[in-house]
């Protein structure tokens, strides 16, 4: 596997981080100890017996309490100080061959992580406001076939899976923005309204 490769695949991990740490960690620790992949020195902390039990019990944890509207938004504040690390870490230890990391590669696969964790965490947030209760789920689960599908396609197809993430990254900042600006017309339209007499009610534009 070439430079490009190990660099898009670092890329990749520290994206997928953003959106599920600890299920990222579990995958590349139980392709390394599987031998589907031979992972680079500073990877195989993640063959751990430690580290994959640890993060196999967290990524069940994280796997229910994404699905709870409210507490998925909780669970995603707190993991910002899991899930940029992480990323960050990936990234790093996949382009190190002698296990040195570089602050360079360090700081883009935090920004990586830094940038789908804030997609995800937007879109969350926005969905919690909702009446429907199912579409957390939904998303969840999503994202949960999105980061298995994509680890196991960066192998085989680094660039394909590249440009999976960059599509779906994409998406998810039209979502945010969608969102965002339809939850402000909601509140402009209520503040209209609170200020109007009851028959003569703004109409919603």
Known sequence: MNEAHLFVIGLLLAWLSGIRAYLTVFGVGLAGVL????????????????????????AVVEFFADKIPGVDSVWDLLQTLARIPAGAFLAAATLSPDGHLGAGVLALGGGAALLSHGLKSGVRAMLNTSPEPFSNGVVSLVEDGLVVGTLSLAVAHPWLALGLGVGVSLLLAVCVWLLWHWAWRGLRWLGRAATSTPGNQPPLR
């Open 35 to 58: 031998g589907w992949v031979e992972l680079p020195s500073a990877l195989q902390a993640t063959q751990s017996p430690w580290v994959l039990g640890t993060c196999g019990a967290l």
